[in-house]
């Protein structure tokens, strides 16, 4: 079945840090993979798509990109703001009509001033 | 404006009630789900609906029944509550195999 690993968190870092969270994913075919983030007390937001592999998706200073090779999607932010503090997750959805979203266990963000 | 709705935003009730909680989307999308988010914020697929039409059926206990009398509405009744249903709710809507969009979810506490 898909499955989704990301990394534990909390992950904490002081603000302007670089940002890596890792994922990556078991799934049959060729699935699409997201970011999801979830702010304190509120629904889950897509944060960045992609939907095939090599395909780099981007948002708001965050980027990811479809490793097809190496069954990865990273999340990537190059200067993070203390607004950025959030729960990430990496999904994935293999796209057989209407499935759900196979979740990774979400990673705690914790940007320091 | 809400894309996703969903009522009540927080719930407290006794176990062996019965409770529902609905969902509504504004945004024209044929598939809509429901979601459990635990106390560790593991989030996984309860049902979808696709066209009013029951799609996917995890392993949910039969006390859930999600009812959608029409593309834009998706209920989840809960009979015979349990202190293990405990856990945030969220509806999401999406059209077919784009992403989905989530609703602010249902914080459910069963005493």
């Known amino acids: 079945g898909n499955s989704v690993t990301q990394m534990e968190g909390p992950v904490t870092l002081s603000e302007e840090a670089f940002l890596t969270i890792n994922c990556t994913y078991t799934?049959?075919?060729?699935?699409?993979l997201f970011w999801y983030v979830q702010y304190p007390g509120e629904g889950l937001q897509l944060l960045l798509k992609?939907?095939?592999?090599?395909d780099k998706g981007s948002n708001k200073g965050f980027e990811a990109t479809y490793r097809k090779e190496t069954t990865s999607f990273h999340l990537e932010k190059g200067s993070v703001q203390v607004s950025d503090s959030a729960v990430y997750f990496c999904?994935?959805?293999?796209?057989?009509?209407?499935?759900?979203?196979?979740f990774g266990k979400g990673t705690h963000l914790i940007i320091q001033p | 404006d809400t894309a996703v709705s969903q009522t009540p935003k927080y719930l407290v009730t006794q176990m062996g009630n019965d409770k529902s909680i609905k969902c509504e989307q504004n945004?024209?999308?044929?598939?809509m789900y429901w979601y459990k988010q635990d106390s560790k914020k593991f989030l996984k697929i309860m049902f979808s609906?696709?066209?009013?039409?029951?799609?996917i059926n995890e392993t949910v206990p039969n006390r859930f029944s999600p009812k959608s009398p029409d593309k834009a509405h998706l209920n989840l009744h809960i009979n015979s509550l349990e202190l293990g249903d405990s856990a945030v709710y969220f509806c999401?809507?999406?059209?077919?195999?784009?992403?989905?969009?989530f609703g602010p979810g249902t914080r459910l506490t069963v005493l």
């Open positions: 999401a809507s999406s059209q077919v195999n784009n992403e989905q969009f």
């Open positions: 799934a049959t075919g060729y699935p699409s």
């Open positions: 992609a939907t095939k592999a090599d």
């Open positions: 999904a994935l959805s293999s796209g057989g009509g209407a499935d759900g979203l196979t």
């Open positions: 945004l024209g999308h044929d598939t």
């Open positions: 609906y696709n066209n009013k039409e029951l799609i």
